[in-house]
Structure formats: structure tokens, C-alpha cells
């Protein structure tokens, strides 16, 4: 996972909300057994039926700050929605609510989840349609957006902030507790099932 | 101090606990499947990690499966490679695998019961956001991502922050023809699809209590719908009843001890929750959805909303979207929605007393002229008790297809999908634009409402039946 520090960028509004995953990635992309190049998939369902989705206008091309509206992510566990989401060029997403499942899996696969009250979204949304070169900062190590003469601060949880500041994988950091791990299993009593050997 | 059931579970398995940190939380039971595995596996083999627990992973193929011809190699040469790399990786990592063709494939959450691996008290997860289905036990089971699947193959645990406790209490008795599918999809249009964020929903009440562990699945199953972590249902007889015997289920003095501990499964007297939500079930009627989230659902006796009724701008704004993707004009009787497609299945309501609520219905008549229905049992298991039971020549009988177990039309990732613009009454768990199929437009119901609509040609209540 790379490391998230500070982003600037240009953003792009969209203005829906409860968007579940199976339209940021429909199903039939999670054929797939790569763990790149899903950015063919990302909204293509909207980006193909609507020639004005806002992906598809030309001034949002090069967004890699995604504003959405409130329940963003819900639905499928499909982490592939986070990664069409990157590998669309997008490195945050701003929301005033997200679906736990799709926010937890951002936190693995580096894409940051900022959320901001529903006003401050639409305050955003404003200034990016009004001007969509408008240049959006998120600082992970200050907790805030910055665009126009605005500053937002948003709240997250700070060993998520840790984690993403130093690009920290779950797996090496649990690694270090296996004593606890081996200490834990000792204790698991013996009726619990098990799947091998299979009955 | 009084704890929930979901407190206790969770505390139960805490492993290691430190100031500043999430838990981490010990997982008894990983269930795989092709999807949202290959990915994981290829990240263990990338940092020389070996899979610590095989003997508490199970694998098994449903999401790309054909549900005709399932035993000959799957035509889609995407699916295909998904498929065998499951195979390969479960082959390499020492992993149990039920693939087509196996006695126990099938979806991942009719087999995990099925086979008594799940069972109370534990915890399970699943790359797969219905793993909430096995809540039903009294288990804590949740559904999690790729990356997170890597973690659980390579240490057996999980990261895990506590979640809130919400509590949804159903009182009453259902009415005939009301199933725990209406029970659900009444809970959701309650609360919202993401009434439940952060939350785990212990459902209870007699109502709850009365219900069979089938029916008590389907809640736990679209708990996920209402933005819920996890959905639980204290066990009991009925649950010790249901597994005594099956394969994984403990034996002897085994299977004592085992029901001593969960007998102490229940929410103690003065816990407190979050939130609590309380329904009559006697008030409630078949439910069905008009729009495309679980939330956007009514009394089959309803109409098709306006959205001019709807005062806020947001709501107003989903309700046309909604609206337009699935063709349908405000004030329209839900009764009188044509649909082409019927699906019965999925992990929602593809087990045996799903097939058997529909089969009663269609026993002796034939479906409607123009409708076509697919019956999709949720494993291999299911599909052979039906069979033993007669009930796959009623199906085929009423002019139905029978066909092999997997998760089938419950999603567009395997060859049963509906058109642009197909209209569909399915006992599957989302009605998003495009699960189906792209362009396909989802009406969620439950088993007895999908056989009465495929008799009618629309949206029908078994009731409804009677008076024609």
C-alpha cells in the first residue's frame, strides 16, 4: 500500500447518493484474478448509459478527489471497488456517510475515506462545478481539506491515520503478536468444529 | 456487567487488546469462495506466507458456476481461470475445496450450515458481504474484503474494532403467508440502508423465536442491507435441534459441552443497546421492492411512490432515479407490475423449506404463458433433497427450469442474467441497477410471493391466489 501523506488535486461532484458497489464495479469485472487495471470497469454502467455522467465531461477527466453524496459504498464487500477506484486515479473520496465494509477495505488498499458534514460536501460541490480546476488539498498529518480561502477539518480514527501516514500493511503489523496468537489457540476448546479432516 | 450476546462473542475471541489499537480478534471458521480469493492467495505467495489454519478454512465454488451443465467446463474462459485458480491455490495452500461436482458444493452460506460448521458462539467470516447469514446460529460472522482475507488465511485473525449494539425486536405472530423475508424487508424500508451503520442487530421476540433456522438465515442474511456489520439470533432448541447430527457438528461428550456453552448465548438481563427497533408481526403483509435498494420497498398492497411526496431534495432525486431505471410510473398498484422472470434461490432463500413454501404453491398448475421461472437450489445437498422429495417434477411440471446449485441469477457474474430492460421477481437479496444483468430490473419478494407471481404473470401474494 502506498503511503498517504498529503494529496492535491482537482475533484469531481457527484451528486448521488446510496451508491453500492456493484456500481462502482459491476459484478462481472470480479472475474478478474488481477488486482489491477480495473479502471475499465469503474461506473461503467453510468459512464456507458449516461453521455453526461460526470466522469464522462472532460473538465473532470483528470479528478483524483471523488465528492459524493451521503451512503457512498454500499452493498458488496467487493474490495475491487476500492481498487477500480485507484486505479481510476482517484486517491480520496469525500462523503458525508460511508457503508463500514467499503470504508474499512480503503483503509487496506490505501484509498483515504474523508468524511465532512453534508453542508461542507455541498460547499465543495459548489466551488468544483463552479470551477472544476479548483485545486483540492487533503492533509492526512493536519486532518483537513483545503480549496479556494476553505479549510475543513475531518475526523479519523488515529491508528487508520498512522497506518496510512506510514503505508503500513495489517498483515506485518499482526505478525508481530503471534505469541498472543499461538497463547489464544491453546485455549479454544476442543468440540469447536474444524473443516479438515472433512466428514 | 450485563453483555449482549454479539458483546460476549466478541469478547470471547479478543485475542489481544491494546490502548490506541483495534482488537484482534480470533476468526473460528473462514469460508472462500472463487471471487474474492485469488487475489489473497496470490499476496501470500508474493511475501512467502503460508495459510496457518487450512483446518478451519472450508472453499467452495458458487459465484461464476453455470447452474445448467455444471459439470461440463465452464464456457467463459474469465469465470473458468477464476475457478481453477481457486483450485489451484486451494490444491497448493492445503485448503478444502467443494467444487462442482462435489457432494458439498454450493453457495458458501447454505454449505457452512449445512455441513453444522457453523455453529453458535463463533466467529465466521467470508470475502462475501452475506457471510452475515450465519448470525442465524448465534455466530458472529461478517463479511470482509480481499485484503482482509489475506490476513485471516495468513494469522487466523482479524483487526476488529467493537462495534454498537442495535436490537430489533419482532413481537407477534406472523400472518399466513408472511414469511421472515417480509420480516426483513419491512426491518430495511424501516430503518434505511444504513440505518445499522456501525452496528451489530440481535434480532429477538417471539415473533423471531417462532421462526425455523432457515427462515431465521433469510433475516440474518440481508442484515448487511440495513448497513448492518452483522446480524445474530440467539440459539436455542430449535438450533441445537438443527444441528445435532450433521457432519462437523460435535459428538458424544463433545456435543455436551458444547450445548452447555451455548446455552449461555443469550443477551444478559439489563445489557443495553445502541438502538432499539420494535416491530408487530402481525401487522406485517408480503413485502416487495419498487426501486433499486432494499430500502425501496412496500406492502405488496401498496403503489408505486411519487416522488413529489418526497420533501427532501436528496430523497426526491433518488426516488425519480429510481424511478426511471425500473420503468415504472407513480401510483401504480405494485399488484399489477408485469415481470418476465421469476428466480427462486440464492443465499437468501435457496435452501429446502424455500423450495418446498413454493412448490406447495405451483403443485398441479403451470406457470404463466409468458413468465419464466428458475429454481436454483443452494447446494448440492438442497437439490438432492428436493429431488428425494418430489419437489423438482412439481417445478418442472408448472413449466419451471430446474437447475444445479450456485449463486446464479443473484448477481450478472455466471451465464444466468436478465436482458436490458427484463423485469424480475427474484428471493435473492438486492435490487441495485444492473445486479441482475445490465439494464435488468429487480423486484425483491419471498419464496411464496415468487411462486404466486410466476402463476400470475405479476407481482402476486399467495392470498392473492385465493380470490382468483
Given at each position: 500500500m502506498d503511503a498517504f501523506t498529503t494529496h492535491t488535486g482537482t475533484?469531481?461532484?457527484?451528486?448521488?447518493?446510496?451508491?453500492?458497489?456493484?456500481?462502482?464495479?459491476?459484478?462481472?469485472?470480479?472475474?478478474?484474478?488481477?488486482?489491477?487495471g480495473f479502471e475499465d470497469g469503474l461506473f461503467v454502467a453510468w459512464r456507458t448509459n449516461e453521455p453526461d455522467f460526470v466522469l464522462n465531461q472532460p473538465q473532470y477527466a483528470d479528478a483524483s478527489i471523488l465528492v459524493a453524496g451521503p451512503d457512498f459504498g454500499t452493498g458488496s464487500s467487493r474490495e475491487h471497488a476500492n481498487w477500480a477506484l485507484l486505479d481510476?486515479?482517484?486517491?480520496?473520496?469525500?462523503?458525508?456517510?460511508?457503508?463500514?465494509?467499503?470504508?474499512?477495505?480503503?483503509?487496506?488498499?490505501?484509498?483515504?475515506?474523508?468524511?465532512?458534514?453534508?453542508?461542507?460536501?455541498?460547499?465543495?460541490?459548489?466551488?468544483?462545478?463552479?470551477?472544476?480546476?479548483?485545486?483540492?488539498?487533503?492533509?492526512?498529518?493536519?486532518?483537513?481539506v483545503t480549496y479556494a480561502d476553505v479549510t475543513v477539518p475531518?475526523?479519523?480514527?488515529?491508528?487508520?491515520?498512522?497506518?496510512?501516514?506510514e503505508g503500513l500493511d495489517d498483515v506485518g503489523l499482526t505478525e508481530r503478536n503471534l505469541d498472543d496468537i499461538e497463547a489464544f489457540e491453546a485455549t479454544r476448546p476442543a468440540w469447536l468444529p474444524a473443516a479438515l479432516p472433512a466428514r | 456487567m450485563p453483555k449482549t450476546l454479539a458483546e460476549k462473542v466478541y469478547e470471547a475471541?479478543?485475542?489481544r487488546s491494546a490502548a490506541g489499537e483495534p482488537d484482534l480478534l480470533y476468526i473460528d471458521l473462514h469460508l472462500v469462495h472463487e471471487v474474492?480469493?485469488?487475489?489473497a492467495f496470490d499476496g501470500l505467495r508474493a511475501a512467502g506466507r503460508t495459510v496457518r489454519r487450512p483446518d478451519l478454512t472450508m472453499a467452495t465454488e458458487d459465484h461464476n458456476v453455470p447452474t445448467l451443465d455444471i459439470l461440463a467446463p465452464i464456457a467463459d474462459p474469465v469465470s473458468r481461470a477464476q475457478i481453477e485458480a481457486l483450485r489451484r491455490n486451494a490444491a497448493e495452500f492445503g485448503i478444502r475445496l467443494a467444487p462442482m461436482g462435489d457432494r458439498d458444493q454450493g453457495i458458501v452460506h447454505v454449505i457452512g450450515p449445512q455441513l453444522g460448521l457453523t455453529q453458535p458462539g463463533m466467529t465466521i467470516v467470508c470475502g462475501d458481504s452475506h457471510t452475515s447469514t450465519h448470525g442465524a446460529f448465534g455466530a458472529l460472522a461478517f463479511g470482509i474484503g480481499t485484503s482482509e482475507v489475506e490476513h485471516v488465511l495468513a494469522?487466523?485473525?482479524?483487526?476488529?474494532?467493537?462495534?454498537?449494539?442495535?436490537?430489533?425486536?419482532?413481537?407477534?405472530?406472523?400472518p399466513p403467508g408472511v414469511s421472515s423475508k417480509d420480516i426483513i424487508l419491512a426491518v430495511i424500508a424501516e430503518i434505511g440502508t444504513n440505518g445499522a451503520q456501525g452496528h451489530v442487530i440481535e434480532y429477538r421476540g417471539s415473533a423471531i423465536e417462532a421462526l425455523s433456522m432457515e427462515s431465521r438465515m433469510t433475516i440474518c442474511n440481508m442484515s448487511i442491507e440495513a448497513g448492518a456489520k452483522a446480524g445474530l439470533i440467539a440459539p436455542d432448541r430449535t438450533t441445537f435441534d438443527f444441528l445435532q447430527g450433521r457432519p462437523h457438528a460435535p459428538q458424544g461428550a463433545g456435543w455436551d459441552a458444547a450445548v452447555e456453552h451455548w446455552s449461555t448465548l443469550r443477551t444478559d438481563e439489563g445489557a443495553v443497546f445502541d438502538r432499539e427497533v420494535v416491530l408487530d408481526a402481525s401487522t406485517l403483509t408480503p413485502f416487495v421492492t419498487w426501486g433499486t435498494n432494499p430500502g425501496q420497498g412496500l406492502p405488496i398492497a401498496g403503489i408505486v411512490p411519487d416522488p413529489a411526496d418526497f420533501a427532501d431534495e436528496g430523497e426526491r432525486r433518488d426516488v425519480e432515479q429510481a424511478l426511471a431505471y425500473m420503468g415504472l410510473e407513480p401510483g401504480k398498484p405494485l399488484r399489477e407490475i408485469e415481470v418476465d422472470t421469476v428466480f427462486l434461490g440464492s443465499c437468501t432463500n435457496g435452501r429446502i423449506e424455500d423450495l418446498r413454501v413454493a412448490a406447495e404453491l405451483l403443485r398441479g398448475k403451470r406457470i404463466d404463458a409468458d413468465t419464466r421461472m428458475l429454481v436454483v437450489p443452494g447446494s448440492v445437498g438442497v437439490k438432492a433433497q428436493a429431488e428425494a422429495e418430489g419437489l423438482d417434477r412439481v417445478f418442472l411440471d408448472a413449466g419451471a427450469e430446474w437447475r444445479g446449485a450456485g449463486c446464479s441469477m443473484c448477481l450478472g457474474m455466471n451465464p444466468d442474467q436478465l436482458e436490458p430492460g427484463e423485469r424480475s421477481a427474484s428471493t435473492s437479496?438486492?435490487?441495485?441497477?444492473?445486479?441482475?444483468?445490465?439494464?435488468?430490473?429487480?423486484?425483491?419478494?419471498?419464496?411464496?410471493?415468487?411462486?404466486?407471481?410466476?402463476?400470475?404473470?405479476?407481482?402476486?401474494?399467495?392470498a392473492d391466489l385465493e380470490t382468483v
Open positions: 475533484a469531481a461532484p457527484l451528486r448521488r447518493s446510496n451508491v453500492d458497489t456493484d456500481q462502482i464495479i459491476p459484478a462481472e469485472y470480479l472475474k478478474r484474478i488481477t488486482r489491477t481510476g486515479g482517484f486517491r480520496v473520496v469525500i462523503s458525508s456517510r460511508f457503508a463500514d465494509i467499503f470504508r474499512n477495505n480503503s483503509t487496506k488498499a490505501g484509498l483515504l475515506t474523508v468524511v465532512l458534514p453534508q453542508e461542507q460536501v455541498e460547499a465543495l460541490w459548489t466551488a468544483i462545478e463552479a470551477d472544476p480546476a479548483t485545486q483540492v488539498t487533503v492533509d492526512l498529518q493536519s486532518k483537513q475531518f475526523e479519523i480514527d488515529d491508528y487508520v491515520r498512522w497506518r496510512l501516514l | 475471541h479478543v485475542v474474492t480469493s485469488p487475489q494469522t487466523q485473525t482479524l483487526p476488529q474494532y467493537k462495534p454498537k449494539q442495535m436490537s430489533v425486536t419482532v413481537n407477534g405472530q406472523l437479496n438486492r435490487n441495485f441497477q444492473g445486479r441482475q444483468g445490465k439494464g435488468g430490473r429487480t423486484h425483491l419478494v419471498s419464496p411464496s410471493v415468487a411462486a404466486a407471481t410466476a402463476l400470475t404473470g405479476k407481482l402476486t401474494a399467495p
